[in-house]
């Protein structure tokens, strides 16, 4: 456990002390005292089909209401006498800008209902859960993280509840701090964790409600009811700033390729936003490379169809941007790895795979780069599909253009400057970065509806704003059930 | 030669046009009508061993006064006429924040004097001079290129004029342009190459004045006339904000160890000062390990101690931060490159160089692992030092660091968890930026001190600005002889 967790923090620079005092716009119908909750329509999953397998699997959240927040009508009379709360908070997920807008939303709502409600952060993420590690959060605590970027108040770990051992560590911890709400900050895969650990609850007669809080610089948990996750539209800044300043280095200097992955897993909601808003070159988007089942060479053959293409206008620079995770979305580079994997589930070591693997499979491997076959062969010793995400793809990509242009050179079909390239993962430095004045504001919102939820007794729900494209005065606060976006 | 350059460029994005907007601040002497030029002490090189050997090899430049550009006192009197006057201006070194704003204090100088006079960038850098391509600089060209960063109003190409060929071809274009003065952006070498451009042009009864301005984002062009190069200050923020978002998810996730080298040459100072901005876990100064004559594994070894040490207090993440070519700062590694460098000027193929290599050096490149081994070798077929930057010295460290972790670990030594790192090269995103006021200011203020220097007639001279660090209207603006930094 990080010693560092939940101290206050100096706010070195003028930046952090200014955005410190930063206070986030609220939507109307969190201005008043109190909030209604309205009941709307039953929900089913986003997928048809799997509506029956959830329904089955989710007996006691399945089918809830649509949840939305208003204010009370004028005249409503008084606020009736409420008991005080008692709430977790957790982190479960990469941590993303915005995230202790989340505690601190919620923490103002929990004080507003009443003051002598308790809101305990669990210290190291799920492992902090599970092993009952809390901080109370309070006005001092928060004093420094308003704002601020990182997850560092609270910190993060293995970002999953889902073993059986897992689950019951959690309900164990909900117990005995006798929660009345747990809220886990997280992205896909929490929000379908929360889902599980909401129905596991009820079924063992726990009372603490859980709430999911989209908060995931992906933007891969997007639907009817959850516009954009937290984290999101910073990201997206950052990385297109500077996206933007190594185009404006490639065209400053004119003599190298960029290739640039950003981080943002196999999805290419990260990649598509910042092409549209710092304008590279050429953009490669996961999805249509699995849609159109298009193969690592016919990628590299479009690249170099490019290159030389700009060659002929006498420009030898450009950027090119791809998703984290695209060599997931490579069919052949996809089924090599599924190879790849059942080697490693069947205890294969390392150094003996290759040999094994299918005559078409081994030919493909032994086509890639050193580099990559060994990347390919130990991130997967973890059995992790994220650590796929690691594979140096705009390295991969980088290489083979180089070479299919030294054989265009030689066969004489290419007869322009040498190719060369920079590579660059952009992830780390945008993800950690201070959070716009958007995911200040919507984060924050999504942490006093948290609280709201709890209240009113929702569980297997995540805190939603829509109209979020309209200024904060438009937006409306409502809660779905997480079951809409479980499938099987 | 790149085709965009030169070209008008929409200012895509608000914060563009916003920032075209600024109008640098000027110091007092550049305020009026006209500028006084008072000439002070002769000089002498900065290494007082090198003033002989320079005397001689700088027959014409050595030894030139300080010169101090001041306002002309009250009632000093009409402005004389003055006679249109011709200046070349090219960009030779990495692109840096700021040099935009140089051709533009350059321009706005130029037409005050007078307004027939002309201003020729040279397109495609020191290419461009050689091959006499020019683009006039107008007003109409320049409003999109002021407070913007990157060179790519003229691009930058082999940033060098030093051989016989190179010197006499951009004599051959001064004389065809008829040029009066000839101002060289860029940094050490530039400027140094400047300080021969203009003894030669004088042995050649060559006209052309030849003025230095320090743009450089290494910020190692540092001495007693120049406090600061242009750009290092936007580099330095750039880069101090992306370690802190480094700092601060490495603090959330609490587990890896950021390897960060950040772009700035085999100096220190930006490393230095983004350490000094950011607080880092560590930093691995250049020229500490030169000095103290720190082996390789004795980097590893600190560092592991480090690791170990914070592993005690139960914290298993932490940045570092090194320069971009510290390599060439630890001894064995600076002689077996050496070595290296012999093999290739006697035309030894790669593929037999480390066979030929002495014991000691055959058995630490054996040590490397293979990545180092293939850009050690590589890089040096350019026979470019400055290639020597491009090697992952970060990955380099990482790899050794896991190496001995695992190995302490085996001997009971380190009983913590798993040694795990990131690494990144920070530079392009960094140099590619929009300057700071600072940047923006200063480097207009060097372009205007650059009109008044050729307009006195001043050769083989550096524009410099004294007092950086008090507020605009303290800034001293003078000229400084380029021999003083020259050595040998």
Redesign the interface.
């Given at each position: 456990?990080?010693?560092?967790?939940g101290a206050p923090k100096e706010l070195?620079?003028g930046l952090q002390q200014r955005r410190a005092l930063y206070q986030p716009r609220l939507p109307p119908c969190l201005q008043g005292p109190t909030v209604r909750a309205e009941y709307g329509d039953a929900t089913t999953t986003i997928d048809p089909t799997c509506a029956q397998a959830v329904a089955q699997a989710f007996p006691h959240t399945f089918g809830q209401p649509l949840v939305s927040f208003v204010a009370p009508a004028a005249g409503a009379g008084a606020v009736e006498e409420r008991h005080p709360i008692r709430v977790g908070v957790v982190f479960s997920g990469?941590?993303s800008p915005g995230g202790h807008n989340v505690v601190w939303g919620l923490h103002d709502a929990l004080k507003a209902y009443n003051p002598q409600s308790l809101l305990y952060g669990f210290v190291?993420g799920t492992e902090g859960l599970f092993a009952n590690k809390t901080l109370e959060i309070t006005d001092d605590v928060l004093a420094s993280y308003k704002n601020?970027?990182?997850?560092?108040l609270l910190?993060?770990?293995i970002d999953q509840i889902r073993t059986t051992k897992q689950v019951n560590a959690a309900m164990t911890t909900c117990h005995s701090l006798n929660l009345d709400g747990l809220v886990i900050i997280g992205g896909v895969t929490s929000n379908s964790d929360a889902a599980q650990l909401a129905e596991t609850l009820i079924q063992n007669n726990c009372k603490t409600k859980v709430v999911g809080v989209p908060v995931s610089l992906n933007g891969d948990l997007k639907n009817q009811f959850v516009e954009t996750t937290v984290g999101f539209d910073t990201v997206c800044k950052?990385n297109s700033?500077?996206v933007?300043?190594?185009?404006?280095?490639a065209?400053?200097?004119?003599?190298y390729y960029?290739f640039v992955r950003l981080m943002g897993r196999k999805a290419s909601h990260v990649a598509f936003e910042c092409a549209l808003?710092s304008?590279p070159n050429m953009l490669i988007l996961g999805e249509e490379v699995a849609l159109s089942k298009l193969t690592l060479m016919e990628i590299i053959s479009k690249i170099c169809d490019g290159v030389q293409a700009r060659a002929e206008?006498?420009?030898?620079?450009g950027v090119l941007v791809i998703p984290e995770g695209l060599i997931e979305s490579i069919p052949e580079m996809y089924a090599l790895i599924q190879e790849i994997n059942i080697l490693h589930n069947s205890n294969v070591p390392v150094a003996e795979m290759s040999s094994q693997l299918s005559p078409w499979a081994a030919a493909l491997f032994q086509f890639l780069p050193?580099?990559i076959r060994r990347e390919l062969l130990l991130h997967q010793e973890s059995d992790n599909s994220a650590q796929l995400s690691q594979i140096d793809t705009e390295q991969l990509l980088a290489h083979l253009v180089e070479t299919e242009m030294i054989k265009r050179t030689k066969e004489g079909r290419y007869k322009g400057r040498k190719f060369s390239s920079?590579c660059?993962f952009?992830g780390?430095?945008?993800?950690?970065?201070t959070p716009s004045n958007f995911d200040c504001d919507y984060a924050y919102a999504l942490g006093r509806i948290s609280l709201h939820m709890i209240a009113v007794g929702l569980t297997g729900y995540m805190a939603t704003v829509a109209n979020l494209k309209d200024p904060v005065d438009k937006w409306r606060c409502a809660a779905a059930p997480l079951t809409v976006i479980r499938c099987h």
């Amino acid at each position: 456990m990080n010693a560092d967790f939940g101290a206050p923090k100096e706010l070195a620079g003028g930046l952090q002390q200014r955005r410190a005092l930063y206070q986030p716009r609220l939507p109307p119908c969190l201005q008043g005292p109190t909030v209604r909750a309205e009941y709307g329509d039953a929900t089913t999953t986003i997928d048809p089909t799997c509506a029956q397998a959830v329904a089955q699997a989710f007996p006691h959240t399945f089918g809830q209401p649509l949840v939305s927040f208003v204010a009370p009508a004028a005249g409503a009379g008084a606020v009736e006498e409420r008991h005080p709360i008692r709430v977790g908070v957790v982190f479960s997920g990469r941590q993303s800008p915005g995230g202790h807008n989340v505690v601190w939303g919620l923490h103002d709502a929990l004080k507003a209902y009443n003051p002598q409600s308790l809101l305990y952060g669990f210290v190291g993420g799920t492992e902090g859960l599970f092993a009952n590690k809390t901080l109370e959060i309070t006005d001092d605590v928060l004093a420094s993280y308003k704002n601020q970027g990182g997850f560092d108040l609270l910190g993060r770990s293995i970002d999953q509840i889902r073993t059986t051992k897992q689950v019951n560590a959690a309900m164990t911890t909900c117990h005995s701090l006798n929660l009345d709400g747990l809220v886990i900050i997280g992205g896909v895969t929490s929000n379908s964790d929360a889902a599980q650990l909401a129905e596991t609850l009820i079924q063992n007669n726990c009372k603490t409600k859980v709430v999911g809080v989209p908060v995931s610089l992906n933007g891969d948990l997007k639907n009817q009811f959850v516009e954009t996750t937290v984290g999101f539209d910073t990201v997206c800044k950052v990385n297109s700033q500077l996206v933007s300043n190594v185009c404006l280095d490639a065209i400053s200097a004119g003599k190298y390729y960029y290739f640039v992955r950003l981080m943002g897993r196999k999805a290419s909601h990260v990649a598509f936003e910042c092409a549209l808003q710092s304008h590279p070159n050429m953009l490669i988007l996961g999805e249509e490379v699995a849609l159109s089942k298009l193969t690592l060479m016919e990628i590299i053959s479009k690249i170099c169809d490019g290159v030389q293409a700009r060659a002929e206008l006498g420009k030898y620079h450009g950027v090119l941007v791809i998703p984290e995770g695209l060599i997931e979305s490579i069919p052949e580079m996809y089924a090599l790895i599924q190879e790849i994997n059942i080697l490693h589930n069947s205890n294969v070591p390392v150094a003996e795979m290759s040999s094994q693997l299918s005559p078409w499979a081994a030919a493909l491997f032994q086509f890639l780069p050193p580099f990559i076959r060994r990347e390919l062969l130990l991130h997967q010793e973890s059995d992790n599909s994220a650590q796929l995400s690691q594979i140096d793809t705009e390295q991969l990509l980088a290489h083979l253009v180089e070479t299919e242009m030294i054989k265009r050179t030689k066969e004489g079909r290419y007869k322009g400057r040498k190719f060369s390239s920079v590579c660059h993962f952009f992830g780390y430095q945008a993800r950690g970065s201070t959070p716009s004045n958007f995911d200040c504001d919507y984060a924050y919102a999504l942490g006093r509806i948290s609280l709201h939820m709890i209240a009113v007794g929702l569980t297997g729900y995540m805190a939603t704003v829509a109209n979020l494209k309209d200024p904060v005065d438009k937006w409306r606060c409502a809660a779905a059930p997480l079951t809409v976006i479980r499938c099987h």
